[in-house]
């Protein structure tokens, strides 16, 4: 957990421990999949980890791999090395740096299990099509791409017919990929399970609703790891129950994330890696908590599509729907609505140079954003793991100066 | 005006050629992104598709809706739409290919107050049954779609008819890079850019017979005489901008026999079926060209279809033109580079932003990699 409090809670510093251990074993645990006759997938962010789940295949995600390597500030050499293997610095840093840790075999935890299949859901971005190609001529294993088209104005009966048949082709991939079947009942299982975790996940970062805010958006991007990776397991439903409970006895105790919340502010776009404790500290200094972000909502966004007794037979919509797959004017309706729901007072984007689908379109949000609720807005240029991208001295300066916009808004009281 | 002179016409200013036609047709004019648009639906429905390349003069609105690492196509459509240089366009279609062009689609919808807005949401892998179902599925979507924006009916007839006159474009601009790739001294690479891209901009009626024309004329001029002995390159990577390359590659002893350009070759390649179900025939044929790396087939097809070029076109060195911050081109770059090395092929790239590289320095490059061959 970022290190931005100075009343560190005692139960909170035991969820933070908690995670790490639970992290820590299913790393073992997929390191070791070979010795225990398991089988591992490498899986997109935002694909459908269930039916893995449901078949005991662990599900291994660069891209959880990629904010390590971020957090744990290599990834400029390893994007270097990715770059003398020809590819180019203008390529998404998380595909930069997973390439090169498959063949250098660097990077945190001494690298990512091999995969005996990959599985590539282009639900976030069309760069996840290119990377798993990649690793696909690498490693030499099955690779299942599961398209969802964009879903720009309207999720159409066409979509929802080609998406709801790859669940089933998929399913048959992983039958042949394990040569096992699937056994439905458990599948059946997996789905009330994830759809329980996604609704304590919201309810979760609905905590922040409270004033102070028990945490903030630098927890929630350290908390998402069990929703991403763990996603339709008991582990997961029960580790944030715990954490909700342990947020709402906090928010009843009046007990904020930051020592004075004054100002509250919305986050877009994928954390700045590498540079987590700085950022929360900078806000933390002009009393701003950052409450809620885009981001690790997105992992709980579409639950209105899900039908929790038919978990594959709704997969289609949910999977499709989700916040990064949709047109820039829903995405800005989604921000409003935050907005009003967690009462900020700035919005801060991060314009990510690795995220073309996230961030094209970011100036056009800040625009409705600026129209339709009057707040001030602050753009950061950077990047996700890549620091060459990062500016300190330019971007304190923005800081302070949107800070300053706020406080005049607002009033300093 | 000689055939050459008409292309290159329409190619220096395809918004005056496409007023000019407007006002004389009174056919309305659909702007559209990339080359897996089913431009017989277009032409079927009684309009006509021009394919915008994105302006690379001026730019000034469309960087307060992109950011700096937005490619130069992208960003040069927005800039031609939000300075109202295209608002003669009836209507605007957006085919889904890479993360870019998905957002340039939604900020046009969102801004441009010109036209109508479509977009044809195509599948991204193209192997699979479901994924044949899908696309065929999307592009009945487009036409009831395009049938409603311009308040026409759209036949199978009219579908048909249209594809009997792109296949006989398409036919055409073969049969002139053939023989342009048997004598590479019959014209200009100029010409031959002008001429696939006027492809995209002209009125396809008179492009059917003018093509037609010129293939014919470069057979004459053909006849008897003896290939020309020069340096022969192919191109390769994203779509091209740049016609100055033509000229400079020559300049420096070689000639460009052949390209995998979205402008190029890959416009071309492949006839649409006249069987009996249209639009079917129409999806199959996006199905099975060659692929543009944004979209997937198979994980090796682009760099078979690359060396069997370079082999079929007796090519003795590629250049690849990669447009910055196109991702699909930049992740498909190094496995590319190692199967051709593999398979002996020289080859050298270019990154291109909206302009070339400085031109003293790039003619250098181009000569030294010349020079080895």
């Known amino acids: 957990m970022t290190d931005h409090t100075q009343d560190t809670e005692k139960k909170t510093v035991s969820h933070t421990k908690q995670m790490r251990e639970i992290m820590t074993a299913y790393y073992i645990d997929a390191k070791t999949a070979r010795e225990n006759n398991k089988k591992v997938a490498w899986i997109t962010s935002g694909g459908p980890v269930e039916p893995l789940i449901a078949m005991d295949i662990i599900p291994v995600y660069p891209e959880n791999y990629g904010a390590m390597i971020g957090a744990s500030k290599m990834g400029v050499d390893l994007c270097k090395k990715a770059e003398d293997m020809g590819y180019s610095s203008d390529l998404c840093s998380y595909a930069r740096g997973d390439i090169s840790c498959a063949t250098v075999k660097g990077g945190p935890i001494g690298g990512l299990p091999e995969p005996d299949m990959l599985i590539c859901c282009n639900n976030i971005c069309g760069t996840v099509l290119k990377w798993y190609e990649v690793q696909a001529r690498y490693f030499k294993v099955p690779l299942f791409i599961f398209d969802t088209p964009i879903v720009h104005t309207e999720f159409t009966r066409e979509m929802k017919t080609y998406v709801q048949r790859q669940m089933e082709e998929y399913i048959v991939f992983l039958e042949n990929v394990s040569g096992r079947k699937m056994d439905r009942d458990r599948m059946v299982d997996v789905g009330k399970l994830s759809v329980e975790g996604q609704q304590l996940w919201q309810e979760v970062l609905d905590t922040t609703m409270n004033r102070p805010s028990p945490m903030t958006a630098f927890d929630a991007f350290f908390y998402l790891a069990l929703i991403v990776t763990l996603r339709g397991t008991k582990q997961a439903v029960d580790f944030y129950r715990g954490l909700r409970d342990e947020m709402r006895i906090r928010a009843s105790e009046g007990k904020g994330a930051i020592p004075r919340e004054r100002y509250r502010l919305l986050w877009d776009n994928l954390p700045i890696w590498y540079r987590l404790k700085w950022l929360s500290q900078e806000f933390a200094k002009h009393d701003a908590c950052l409450v809620a972000d885009t981001y690790t909502s997105a992992w709980c966004g579409s639950m209105k599509y899900i039908d929790r007794n038919d978990f594959i037979g709704s997969a289609a919509e949910t999977y499709t729907r989700i916040y990064l797959n949709i047109g820039v004017d829903k995405m800005a309706e989604i921000v409003l609505s935050m907005i009003d729901k967690y009462q900020a007072d700035g919005i801060v984007m991060h314009s990510n140079r690795s995220c073309k689908p996230y961030s094209f379109g970011q100036y056009d949000i800040q625009k409705i954003v600026e129209r339709e609720r009057g707040i001030p807005s602050l753009i950061i240029e950077a990047d996700m793991c890549d620091e060459r991208s990062f500016s300190e001295a330019q971007i304190q300066t923005r800081i302070d100066a949107f800070m300053e916009m706020i406080r005049a808004k607002k009033g300093a009281s | ?373």
């Not at chain 2, 017989?40 to 009684?46: D, L, N, R």
């Not at chain 2, 915008?52 to 992208?74: M, P």
């Not at chain 2, 290939?227 to 994203?238: D, N, S």
């Open chain 2, 1 to 373: 005006m000689n055939h050459l002179e008409e292309y290159r016409r329409a190619v220096s200013d395809p918004s005056d050629y496409v007023q000019q036609l407007k006002k004389a047709s009174g056919k309305k004019i659909i702007g559209y992104t990339c080359s897996y648009t089913p431009e017989e639906v277009i032409m079927a429905a009684g309009a006509h598709p021009l394919r915008l390349f994105g302006t690379k003069q001026h730019i000034s609105l469309a960087d307060s809706h992109l950011q700096s690492y937005c490619c130069s196509v992208v960003r040069g459509i927005l800039e031609e739409g939000l300075s109202r240089r295209v608002d003669y366009l009836d209507g605007m279609v957006f085919p889904h290919t890479c993360d870019s062009m998905q957002r340039l689609s939604d900020i046009w919808r969102m801004n441009i107050p010109f036209g109508f807005h479509l977009d044809i949401t195509l599948p991204v892998k193209l192997d699979t049954a479901s994924a044949k179902d899908y696309m065929i599925d999307v592009l009945k979507k487009f036409r009831d779609d395009l049938s409603r924006k311009l308040n026409v009916e759209i036949s199978d007839d009219a579908v048909q008819k249209a594809i009997a006159s792109t296949n006989a474009i398409r036919q055409s601009v073969r049969a002139i890079y053939d023989l342009r790739n048997l004598y590479p001294q019959l014209m200009p690479g100029e010409d031959l850019y002008n001429i696939v891209r006027a492809s995209m901009i002209m009125d396809r009626n008179r492009l059917a017979v003018m093509l037609a024309e010129t293939a014919a004329d470069l057979k004459e001029r053909a006849a008897g005489t003896k290939p020309a002995v020069v340096k022969r390159i192919l191109m390769a990577g994203g779509m091209c901008n740049q016609p100055d390359v033509y000229a400079m590659i020559e300049e420096s002893g070689g000639k460009i026999v052949w390209d995998d350009f979205c402008t190029g070759a890959r416009y071309f390649t492949g006839l649409t079926d006249t069987g009996s179900d249209p639009l079917s025939s129409i999806g199959e044929r996006l199905l099975n060209r060659v692929v543009c790396p944004a979209k997937h087939t198979d994980l090796d097809g682009r760099a078979r279809h690359i060396i069997q070029l370079a082999e079929e076109k007796n090519a003795q060195g590629v250049i690849f033109l990669l447009p910055k911050f196109c991702d699909p081109h930049a992740f498909d770059y190094p496995y590319l580079k190692e199967r051709l090395e593999k398979s002996g092929i020289p080859l050298m790239h270019v990154e291109v932003d909206d302009s070339l590289p400085a031109e003293g320095q790039l003619k250098t490059r181009f000569e030294s990699f010349l020079e080895m061959l």
